[in-house]
């Protein structure tokens, strides 16, 4: 079997290149990927920091990173939960919410655009097959004890 013909090589290449198509685009506006994918994941009423990193598949440390230079550069603030007080919030400010639209807008519009050009029976057996990969990876990681 060739490296070029496995799934991890697909997912990999497709990843990357949208990657590197976000970063792109959201170096246009003085921000980058990782920074887009966070605001997306902060909602009106304030998010718990501890449930952000899972939701998009990040590491702590690297959301960590993240909230750090987005609080830097006035996108987000932290608050105390007002019914429990250990738990922090995370909230958008003002400038924080008009990036957030940006990348609303830039993600939307590519998603239109795979509808565009992608039937949608293609897309739901991309997702079938995904939800199946994803399947596969926790039996593998089950039998491996990972």
């Keep these: 079997m060739s490296q070029n013909n496995t799934v991890d090589h697909h997912i990999k290449s497709t990843w990357h290149n949208m990657f590197k198509m976000y ?4 170096a246009r506006y003085g921000t980058t990927q990782a920074t887009g994918l966070v605001l997306l994941g902060i909602n009106k009423e304030g998010t718990p920091s501890t449930s952000i990193a ?3 598949g990040m590491e702590a440390t690297s959301l960590s990173r993240v909230l ?3 609080e830097d550069n006035d996108l987000i603030y932290r608050k105390k939960d007002k019914k429990d007080k250990r738990m922090v919030r995370i909230f958008l400010t003002e400038k924080g ?8 807008k830039v993600v939307s519009g590519f998603q239109e655009l795979i509808t565009e050009e992608i039937p949608q029976s293609k897309l739901s057996m991309f997702f079938e097959v995904m939800d199946s990969v994803n399947r596969v990876i ?3 990681k089950e039998q491996n004890k990972l």
């Design 23 to 26: 970063n792109q685009v959201a």
């Design 54 to 56: 899972p939701s998009l």
């Design 68 to 70: 750090k230079t987005l």
């Design 97 to 104: 919410v008009e990036k957030r639209r940006v990348a609303k």
């Design 138 to 140: 926790d039996k593998y």
